[in-house]
């Protein structure tokens, strides 16, 4: 199985990591896929893509909530380093307006330019969407030239939401809200076809049943995969291969 989208990179993991990825790699979980967020972070996304190279494969984009009044230097960090080593894709980039709803018109900006840069460096883009599924389509729909592939990192939406994003040649990213009682996707997640969707966790944040509230990590994977496969009225196995090939698919064509 593949993480489609981890920070195994942040502090809640210092302690421990190597327990982390042992765990994951227990159950599966061999190739962990890291989002950027700002240029704060950039160091220790690299020292841990460093510590192991074979199983980490290196985002670069501006997280949403690290658009600030510096968002064009910041913007300028990621184009730079764009430019001077290789990405699995940009991201996450997107729009968010549940913690930064005050900051909406540099979001699209920054929203738009990473979309281009996208285009230009011929990468995926992994979109963070959080209270603006309207807001986000007015950017994607506005795109001129090639959509780029990508994922709507933990899709959130609704039935015509996800049809719409499949429309745009995006996939699906389904992690741990998909276990919860009132996550709402379980209800109408089967009449997607799986090849629209990859797994992901978004450790360290939203730990999927049993261990909600709690910190997550990749090895939890399994337990959404589990849940994808209720879903779905499949084995377990149909669902890691499906989407381990969607992932592979989608970051390495």
């Known amino acids: 199985m593949i993480d489609t989208h981890t920070h195994l990179y942040l502090p809640e993991f210092a302690q421990d990591i190597d327990a982390v990825i042992d765990r994951a790699q227990a159950v599966g979980v061999h190739e962990f896929y890291l989002p ?11 020292a841990l893509a460093e510590r192991f190279p074979k ?4 985002m670069m984009g501006l997280h949403p909530t690290s658009v600030q009044e510096n968002f064009q230097a910041e913007l300028d960090h990621v184009y730079k380093e764009l ?17 930064q709803r005050d900051t909406l018109a540099w979001q699209q900006e920054a929203f738009a330019q990473q979309i281009k840069w996208a285009q230009e460096f011929n990468l995926p883009i992994v979109i963070h969407c959080r209270e603006s599924f309207d807001e986000i389509f007015d950017v994607l729909d506005a795109v001129k030239g090639p959509m780029p592939k990508g994922i709507f990192h933990c899709f959130t939406g609704t039935l015509e939401q996800a049809n719409h994003i499949i429309g745009l040649g995006l996939s699906l990213g389904i992690g741990g809200v998909a276990t919860f009682k009132n996550g709402k996707i379980d209800q109408f997640l089967a009449q997607i076809p799986m090849k629209h969707i990859v797994l992901e966790t978004d450790s360290p944040y939203l730990a999927p049943v049993p261990f909600r509230g709690k910190r997550n990590e990749s090895s939890y994977l399994y337990h959404i995969a589990q849940r994808v496969a209720g879903i779905y009225d499949c084995p377990l196995t149909e669902v890691d291969q499906v989407t381990t090939a969607n992932a592979h698919a989608l970051f390495t064509s």
């Open 83 to 99: 430019s001077r080593r290789s990405f699995c894709a940009v991201g996450e980039i997107g729009i968010d307006l549940y913690w």
């Open 55 to 58: 199983h980490m494969r290196l």
């Open 36 to 46: 950027a967020i700002d240029s704060t972070t950039t160091k220790a996304m690299y």
